[in-house]
T-cell receptor, first 113, second 111 residues
Framework: DGGITQSPKYLFRKEGQNVTLSCEQN?????MYWYRQDPGQGLRLIYY???????QKGDIAEGYSVSREKKESFPLTVTSAQKNPTAFYLC????????????FGPGTRLTVL | DAKTTQPTSMDCAEGRAANLPCNHS???????VYWYRQIHSQGPQYIIH???NNETNEMASLIITEDRKSSTLILPHATLRDTAVYYC????????????FGTGTSLTVIP
């Protein structure tokens, strides 16, 4: 089956710890994205990558870091510098070039205690 | 990217057509209209997109006005599983491939 997977579905961490969220896609898409969603709100872009070994900050990149060493993978690290890390995190991917439609994974709900 | 305006919430009777409006009065000629929906605690699901012509697929129809300043997403026979938040997004290719999601319309399908 082709698609985007995010793991785990639910994640709990203590305050002050870094945590890495996984995002994998087997759609052969060039571009990948990370969004954050808070209760009752829309999505906000954290980071995006249009090609391997390259990524750009979105609107709310502070306190987050990413890497793009492989086309299929775009992990997001929530660092201790992120003041309000508890949120629903969504990963998406798209074919770069044409007017691209983004396809989303199921999301990871992170709770920092 | 152009800003969109959607009603906060709507109800629709099961089996009837759900018509979800979206205003995008500042849309420019190279911006597409996209619709996504999000069921609670899941990732957004792509529904349909268009530039200026009306579009139809297995999920929905998209009607764009001639001046392109507004559009309507039509779910022809709403079911309970269509209860979700529906997002209308306009975007060009020249914005770093970002999608700007607002707060959308919360559609409730009533039995």
């Amino acid at each position: 089956d082709g698609g985007i997977t995010q793991s785990p579905k639910y994640l709990f961490r203590k305050e002050g710890q870094n945590v890495t969220l996984s995002c994998e896609q087997n759609l052969n898409h060039d571009a990948m994205y990370w969004y954050r969603q808070d209760p009752g709100q829309g999505l906000r872009l954290i980071y995006y990558s249009q090609i391997v070994n390259d990524f750009q900050k979105g609107d709310i990149a502070e306190g987050y870091s990413v890497s793009r060493e492989k086309k299929e993978s775009f992990p997001l690290t929530v660092t201790s510098a992120q003041k309000n890390p508890t949120a629903f995190y969504l990963c998406a991917s798209s074919i770069r070039g044409a007017v691209d439609t983004q396809y989303f994974g199921p999301g990871t709900r992170l709770t920092v205690l | 990217d152009a800003k969109t305006t959607q009603p906060t919430s709507m109800d629709c009777a099961e089996g009837r057509a759900a018509n979800l409006p979206c205003n995008h009065s500042t849309i420019s000629g190279n911006e597409y209209v996209y619709w996504y929906r999000q069921i609670h605690s899941q990732g957004p699901q792509y529904i349909i997109h268009g530039l200026k012509n009306n579009e139809t697929n297995e999920m929905a129809s998209l009607i764009i006005t001639e001046d392109r300043k507004s559009s309507t997403l039509i779910l022809p026979h709403a079911t309970l599983r269509d209860t979700a938040v529906y997002y209308c997004i306009v975007r060009t290719r020249n914005t770093g491939n970002q999608f700007y999601f607002g707060t959308g319309t919360s559609l409730t399908v009533i039995p």
